[in-house]
């Protein structure tokens, strides 16, 4: 089971921290859980910046972001 | 469907057509290196409402309410309109504040600070310094965990009531307008007395408002993801602004290079730089430079309107207990007041720090 970031309802950059803090600990395989679309797109980027893949999901009114190696 | 301004030519768009607007502003009416700046203009308003009786500031900016109507309207259609509270919201509440006193200070918001420097005033560069400076002790927090809290959906009507209020303003300074009511103080001198014509205004503020909403333009935001994930695509926006902004001035002979004689500026370096020091940090605390936040609040984010709403007592608060600068030098207590700002953004810094699992 990949592990699971809930970032929903956090001030913008706090889900890009979490993400980046998943990503330096080593984990390639995750999802990020946010709720707006600016989340979304900022952590998107960063995942990308990173040299992984990431991929959104509506849920409701959240997105879920699948991480995973390219 | 693919949201063209979060792409980095629309993020280069939406700053080139501020910068854009906002030097045109400044040809039809607005004060000079003023074209929009959100911290003067909520300190107008501030004054229009008689919250601070400074006679040379007190005006309407119809541009404050076209940026969160025009943000609201967007949002509306985009589905990204989505009512929000409840994260320390006191807290944002003297975020802005002092903010706004940091700003004050400098004279301008990040906005302007861009503005300034796209007209020659080479004192915004101390400020966006400080900016930077501000922003970077932000970031030292944002890493080390530093958060505000979840905040949580609240029904669709929770998020009405800011744009709503904006909606009145404007009507209210129609009103005064045509029918001389007495209802607001509209300064007859001063930066509060320039204006460009409401209707221009209205749908400058609109209009930026829109774009703004779609790209996500953050001047604060610019700096801080350089410094905490390398990420130069606000910056690109941030830089178009100013490379835009700078060549129209050009056009219309509104450059004017130098420190002194500035127009709505003085030259006091090391306040100019405290100043935007303290705005700087409580821009990132909070998540967002002063022109985010009006946007944010038009999405429905009852967080950001507190933020404004702390914004717009805080140009109260400085004009009245002597913290505001002006062309002569800083104010009485301003320097003062700034300390005081970073001391409490410090506390809220270190002592606001959750692990988030």
């Given at each position: 089971m990949a592990e699971k970031i809930d970032a929903r309802g956090l001030s913008c950059p706090q889900p890009v921290v979490l993400t980046q803090q998943a990503i330096k600990k080593g984990l390639t395989e995750f999802q990020v859980i946010v709720d707006t679309g600016v989340a979304k797109e900022n952590v998107l980027r960063c995942v990308e910046k990173n040299s992984l893949s990431g991929s959104a999901a509506a849920d409701g009114d959240s997105f879920i972001i699948s991480v995973s190696k390219k | 469907?693919?949201?063209?301004?979060?792409?980095?030519?629309?993020?280069?768009?939406?700053?080139?057509?501020i910068g854009l607007i906002a030097v045109t502003l400044q040809k039809?009416?607005?004060?000079?290196?003023?074209?929009?700046?959100?911290?003067?203009?909520?300190?107008?308003?501030?004054?229009?409402?008689?919250?601070?009786?400074?006679?040379?500031?007190?005006?309407?900016r119809p541009e404050i309410a076209g940026l969160v109507l025009g943000s609201f309207v967007v949002a509306l259609f985009t589905k990204e309109y989505q009512p929000r509270a409840g994260s320390s919201t006191i807290i944002r509440f003297f975020l802005g504040m002092f903010a706004?006193?940091?700003?004050?200070?400098?004279?301008?918001?990040?906005w302007r600070a861009l503005l300034r420097l796209s007209g020659g005033d080479w004192n915004a560069v101390t400020g966006l310094a400080g900016l930077a400076a501000g922003i970077g002790i932000g970031v030292l927090f944002l890493k080390k965990g530093f958060s505000l809290g979840r905040n949580y959906k609240l029904k669709k009507s929770a998020g009405w009531v800011f744009p709503a209020l904006m909606l009145v303003l404007v009507i209210m300074l129609i009103y005064q307008v045509r029918a001389q009511s007495g209802l607001l103080f509209l300064s007859a001198k001063g930066p509060g007395s320039m204006h460009a014509r409401i209707t221009v205004s209205l749908a400058a503020g609109l209009f930026i408002g829109a774009i703004a909403q779609r790209s996500r333009f953050c001047t604060m935001g610019s700096i801080r993801d350089i410094m905490l994930a390398k990420d130069f695509h606000l910056v690109s926006g941030v830089l178009a602004l100013v490379a835009a902004a700078t060549a129209l001035n050009f056009v219309?002979?509104?450059?004017?290079?130098?420190?002194?004689?500035?127009?709505?500026?003085?030259?006091?370096?090391?306040?100019?730089?405290?100043?935007?020091?303290?705005?700087?940090?409580?821009?990132?605390?909070?998540?967002?430079?002063?022109?985010?936040?009006?946007?944010?609040?038009?999405?429905g984010d009852s967080d950001s309107a507190v933020f404004v709403v702390?914004?717009?007592?805080?140009?109260?608060?400085?004009h009245n207990f002597l913290l505001?600068?002006?062309?002569?030098?800083?104010?009485?207590?301003g320097p003062a007041a700034v300390i005081i700002g970073i001391v409490f953004c410090l506390i809220i810094g270190f002592t606001m720090r959750e692990k988030v699992s």
């Open positions: - | 469907m693919k949201n063209f301004f979060s792409s980095k030519v629309g993020i280069i768009f939406t700053g080139a057509v039809l009416g607005n004060p000079a290196n003023m074209g929009i700046c959100v911290a003067c203009f909520e300190r107008d308003i501030a004054g229009a409402l008689g919250f601070h009786r400074a006679d040379v500031v007190q005006y309407i706004m006193i940091g700003a004050l200070v400098f004279l301008g918001c990040p219309y002979g509104q450059f004017h290079p130098g420190f002194a004689n500035q127009p709505i500026a003085h030259t006091v370096h090391i306040w100019n730089f405290g100043g935007m020091v303290l705005s700087g940090l409580a821009f990132a605390l909070a998540g967002g430079c002063p022109g985010r936040q009006l946007i944010m609040s038009g999405e702390g914004m717009i007592v805080g140009a109260a608060v400085a505001a600068s002006s062309a002569a030098g800083t104010g009485k207590f």
